[in-house]
């Protein structure tokens, strides 16, 4: 089947759906799915847009309201995970997952889903080691730190994911592993993106946690986004065993959707032509998170996963073949994820702005039904019941708190990584800045400007959209330099010429090769689009 796979989206649903839709228009490729890698910005209202990390000035309404409101509804199925620039109090409702809207499903803090046979994976965020071993405790409404430390990764999420058995076919998330870019075209990539330089050589830019999960789920395919450029790596792992076959992850990162920019990739994955085309949930999944269900924590003490150092009676909370088999009887062997989507917020009337309405915690019904239905704690209502007894801590100890945490690790105990620069230390001139000193102090700030009903057609003029054939077809300055030689090997080191549309990639629509006039075009308006100065450099 075809998968579109998309970098950042920055709430530009519309645009991304119309370059989807030009693509089958002039080439007659329409993809069965569509991931999007974080940065999703499932924006419902203006009490959403305060809720979204960024400066006041960048927090627009985009179109997403449209597809939640029922305006519109998204033509191919699209399942995306969070970034770092997301409306974290709508994400937040559906910690395991959920509809965000008709045919446009979120993964959760971190999930693993099924659609044609193929195992799609995700996990959400980026990584902070100073938050990293928290609970999830936000809530909104939400202040300066909370707002940020909400999509940060939790070691939780990376402990359930790590007792997964089964192989994962694909895996997503919004920063990248850390140390992938040893294994692609290095010297590309900083030539690109000079600024990386620094922490590349100090093998400092990524996320560790990702690059753990990379080590032990080695998916078939890992795409990302985050940094806003493109680049391909292919990863041969080691065998754990002489009997185990060896592994390689194909490795996508995406730019973010803007004209002249390489957002968007398609590639062809081998699927069982028997599966049903509904999203499912997935077996083993559903039983690590009832295996692993009495480690919620909903508070902001820091606090380690069990491991096997002889402080913890159980330590591995892998399942076994039986539990799996409880699962499917439990749901009578039909794992097709209900379409349950629910209005749960207002949606954006642009007749009636509603600048001071403030951001409320919701249970989303989605979560009470899947929690009651597979016996799991709701986040949402545990927090909402630490509230009522009182035992969250107050906004005094919270403050102090803060004071006593450095940049390298919590208050209570060091990080586990050596270093954590999973946020630039250099500055991206390609992302939003996020003040230190109050850009981000306002938070009740926003533009509510929609798109226009009728906006140009940019679609026309949009990234460098190729097909990808079996497996990634990566060009050589793509992917390759002469220190890796794995993926030319593999066989897909190149893209080959010819006719037919499974062979050819699509020339870049609009524009010169490299894109320059578009750019320049575009740059006084986007050049400053997500980063930050502070500790999240590279949100």
Same mark, same amino acid.
Request: charged residues 25%; contains cysteine; negative net charge.
């Given at each position: ?10 709430? %530009? ?6 370059? +989807? ?12 799915? +569509? ?65 965000? !809207? ?47 430390? %909400? ?12 007792? +997964? $058995? ?20 290095? $010297? ?6 000079? /600024?990386?330089?620094? =922490? ?10 990702? *690059? ?21 790596? /292919? ?11 060896? $592994?390689?992850?194909? /490795? ?33 999944? &559903? ?25 913890? !009676? ?5 399942? @076994? ?46 979560? @009470? ?7 799991? @704690? ?9 509230? =009522? ?46 003040? =230190? ?20 057609? /940019? ?22 330099? *002469? ?22 990639? +699509? ?11 578009? &750019? ?18 590279? =949100?």
């Amino acid at each position: 089947m075809k998968v579109a796979v998309a970098g950042c989206c920055h709430g %530009a649903l519309d645009k991304m759906y119309e370059t +989807l839709e030009l693509l089958q228009r002039r080439h007659n490729v329409r993809p069965d799915l +569509l991931l999007c890698c974080g940065d999703f910005q499932a924006v419902r209202n203006e009490a959403d847009l305060r809720c979204m990390a960024v400066p006041a000035k960048y927090r627009h309404m985009q179109t997403f309201y449209r597809y939640y409101s029922g305006e519109k509804k998204a033509p191919v199925l699209t399942v995306f995970i969070g970034g770092n620039h997301e409306a974290s109090n709508h994400l937040q409702e559906l910690p395991y997952g959920g509809w965000v !809207a008709p045919n446009i499903y979120y993964l959760g803090y971190a999930g693993v889903v099924r659609f044609r046979g193929v195992r799609i994976g995700g996990i959400s965020g980026i990584f902070k080691s100073h938050d990293y071993r928290k609970g999830h405790f936000e809530c909104p409404p939400y202040n300066q730190q909370t707002i940020r430390s %909400a999509y940060h990764v939790r070691n939780i999420e990376v402990f359930k994911l790590k007792q +997964l $058995k089964r192989p994962i076919d694909i895996f997503m998330s919004h920063d990248w592993p850390r140390s992938i870019y040893h294994y692609g075209n290095k $010297k590309q990539l900083l030539k690109m993106k000079s /600024f990386f330089r620094q =922490e590349v050589e100090s093998n400092t830019l990524g996320s560790p946690a990702a *690059s753990e999960l990379l080590q032990h789920l080695k998916p078939t395919y890992w795409f990302s986004a985050h940094l806003h450029v493109k680049f391909a790596a /292919f990863m041969q792992h080691q065998a754990n065993s002489k009997e185990e076959l060896p $592994k390689a992850t194909k /490795f996508l990162a995406l730019d973010k959707c803007l004209p002249h920019r390489d957002f968007l990739q398609i590639i062809d994955v081998e699927h069982d032509p028997s599966a049903g085309d509904s999203l499912e949930y997935d077996a083993e999944w &559903i039983a690590v998170l009832k295996a692993t269900n009495s480690l919620v924590n909903v508070t902001q003490s820091s606090w380690s996963m069990p491991e096997n150092n002889g402080l913890h !009676a159980k330590w591995d909370y892998s399942v @076994t073949e039986e539990a799996i088999k409880e699962v499917l009887e439990e749901l009578n062997h039909n794992l097709k994820i209900p379409c349950n989507f629910t209005l749960t917020a207002a949606c954006y009337d642009p007749s009636k702005p509603q600048k001071q309405v403030e951001p409320v915690h919701t249970i989303n019904p989605q979560t @009470t039904e899947f929690c009651a239905q597979f016996g799991l @704690t709701d986040i949402n209502d545990r927090i909402q019941q630490a509230k =009522e007894e009182g035992s969250v801590r107050g906004e005094h100890e919270e403050e102090e708190e803060e004071e006593e945490m450095d940049s390298t690790g919590s208050a209570e105990e060091p990080s586990e990584y050596n270093t954590d620069n999973s946020g630039l230390s250099s500055i991206n001139p390609d992302e939003i800045m996020l003040d =230190e000193e109050g850009g981000d102090e306002d938070l009740s700030t926003c533009s509510v400007d929609p798109s226009p009903d009728h906006p140009p057609d /940019f679609s026309a003029s949009f990234s460098d959209i190729r097909i990808m054939p079996d497996s990634m077809a990566v060009s050589s300055d793509d992917a390759m330099d *002469s220190t890796n030689e794995e993926l030319e090997k593999s066989g897909v080191s190149k893209q080959v010429e010819g006719k037919s549309l499974n062979e050819r990639p +699509l020339k870049r629509i609009g524009g010169n090769e490299n894109g320059n006039s578009g &750019i320049k075009k575009i740059k006084r308006r986007n050049q400053a689009i997500y980063a930050a100065e502070d500790e999240d450099k590279t =949100e």
